[in-house]
């Protein structure tokens, strides 16, 4: 750490502030409106055309949007998202001087049952999401959190050949295969008011409408409980807030993968994604920061998440919603109105908007530096993570660091002695196919660990009963553990590479 000498003087403040009366430093005639970055003054016109060209730049220069490509929005009512949807808007406009070419889809996720907010309550705020969803044009769709609890593993999915429908007990209809509106609303649920229907052989798009919210939007009492059961055994705040955010990332792929969209674009601005850099980091989900807070996301082979807003601070993104009067949704968090030190990502977020306001390159600095970390490693699929889909890191040698916090828990809850987790059960048939040791069983804390990264384990180590956790997290665990169980029997049959 540097420190300040006796001979240094510290910078001093100006005396007098200087933004008052200065001229755009574009066109250099309109008077400026406001500051960004550090010093640069910008004329209400101008800084239209810089968000404009800025946020075109960001998807233009990469080419991974290609023309007529479907693309699925995440839209969760903030600044953030509804500065995106609005420019996204402005770009497939007649006025625009280039059109934007891709097709997007708008996805919102109520996740009201994770602040205990009741049926009334998470109604309205569908109302007013679904007003703002449909008035783009757009196709949309609305889901709730508690979905992804029922939803299978992907393994499953694959092994009958058929396409998974994510249809919960609030549809009970069939998959987006179908041309009904019916049909259409299994994946978008019936909360959706505009939902796209894939045609087999048709690689189109097309609108179905459907009857309006108020009739349509019921809750799962089953899964909302389950929802909660399951916040509630985790101490944390912070295990709570990566476990939704988990969730979330899950629905978002399933309604991707079985409606056709290939791409799946997020809102987070570069004061998010500076506070989550710093916040994986500090949660041990360093390996993965490079992913999280990246324009591509590349972790799966199918799907690619974008993040257009990145370049954005949060102060350019409330100034273009101000000039440009986008209409934002307030949604309860597990954060709201809570104390700074509530969580590591609450606490970090103080941390760097408090440093931001005093110095403005902060964000800039720590997103800089998170470009530099490496986010195209590519891993095998049986080496992801059951939980949050991000390479495994936890196959590290004997002497990490990683294999000493593992001995010394195992020391300190008295297990490094008669461990029985290599015990076989014989075999109860008679070769007949009635051999019952292959039964599916609930997998224990130690199987399920397993097949997490470092930072998923963390979550669900805070929890008291991993029997809690989704179906696709269970469901991947035990085809897991039994792939792991048949190579056991049959590596002295396998050929050994040279």
């Not at 569908?126 to 757009?138: D, H, I, L, P």
């Not at 660990?449 to 269970?474: E, F, G, H, I, Q």
Request: with cysteine; proline share 3%.
């Amino acid at each position: 750490m540097c420190s300040v000498q006796d001979d240094d003087m510290p910078l001093k403040r100006p005396e007098k502030d200087e933004s008052f009366g200065r001229l755009c430093m574009k066109c250099k005639e309109e008077p400026a409106v406001l500051i960004t970055r550090v010093n640069d003054a910008f004329c209400r016109g101008c800084f239209q055309v810089y968000v404009t060209h800025k946020f075109r730049a960001a998807i233009g220069k990469t080419k991974l949007v290609r023309d007529g490509e479907h693309v699925l929005v995440a839209f969760s009512g903030g600044p953030s998202s509804s500065a995106l949807l609005s420019l996204i808007q402005e770009g497939l406009s007649q006025r625009a001087h280039k059109k934007l070419r891709f097709k997007p889809g708008l996805i919102f996720i109520d996740e009201g049952a994770t602040v205990g907010l009741c049926a009334a309550e998470r109604l309205a705020i569908c109302e007013k999401v679904q007003s703002v969803m449909t008035n783009s044009g757009f196709p949309c769709y609305i889901k709730s959190l508690e979905e992804a609890f029922e939803l299978m593993p992907e393994n499953e999915g694959k092994s009958t050949g058929n396409i998974h429908t994510v249809s919960t007990e609030i549809n009970n209809s069939a998959d987006c295969n179908s041309s009904q509106a019916d049909s259409s609303a299994s994946v978008s649920g019936p909360h959706s008011s505009t939902s796209p229907a894939f045609r087999d052989g048709d690689s189109s798009i097309e609108s179905v409408r459907t009857e309006d919210i108020k009739s349509n939007y019921q809750i799962n009492v089953n899964l909302e409980q389950r929802l909660k059961e399951t916040i509630d055994s985790m101490k944390s705040v912070s295990a709570r807030e990566d476990f939704i955010c988990s969730l979330r990332h899950k629905i978002l792929l399933d309604v991707a993968r079985h409606c056709g969209y290939s791409k799946v674009m997020l809102g987070s601005c570069g004061t998010q994604l500076a506070v989550r850099l710093l916040t994986d980091i500090s949660t041990g989900r360093g390996a993965h920061a490079a992913m999280e807070t990246a324009f591509a996301d590349r972790r799966l082979k199918d799907i690619m998440f974008l993040r257009p807003m990145r370049d954005f601070s949060s102060k350019e993104v409330a100034m273009y919603n101000s000039f440009h009067n986008v209409e934002t949704i307030f949604i309860p968090s597990l954060t709201t109105k809570a104390e700074t030190n509530v969580s590591i990502e609450h606490l970090t977020e103080s941390f760097v908007t408090g440093l931001q306001a005093d110095y403005p390159s902060t964000v800039s600095n720590i997103m800089r530096t998170g470009e530099k970390l490496d986010s195209s490693t590519e891993k095998k699929v049986d080496e992801k993570c059951a939980m949050c889909q991000a390479p495994l890191d936890t196959s590290v040698g004997v002497s990490s660091a990683l294999s000493a916090v593992e001995f010394s828990q195992k020391i300190s809850q008295g297990c490094i002695e008669g461990d029985n987790s290599s015990k076989t059960v014989e075999c109860c048939g008679e070769g007949d196919g009635s051999c019952q040791s292959t039964a599916q069983n609930s997998p224990d804390q130690k199987e399920v660990l397993s097949s997490l990264c470092y930072a998923c384990r963390l979550t669900v180590r805070d929890m008291d009963d991993v029997n809690k956790l989704p179906l696709y997290v269970l469901g991947d665990v035990a085809w897991r553990s039994k792939r792991s169980n048949m190579k056991k029997e049959i590596e002295d049959f396998l050929l050994q590479d040279v």
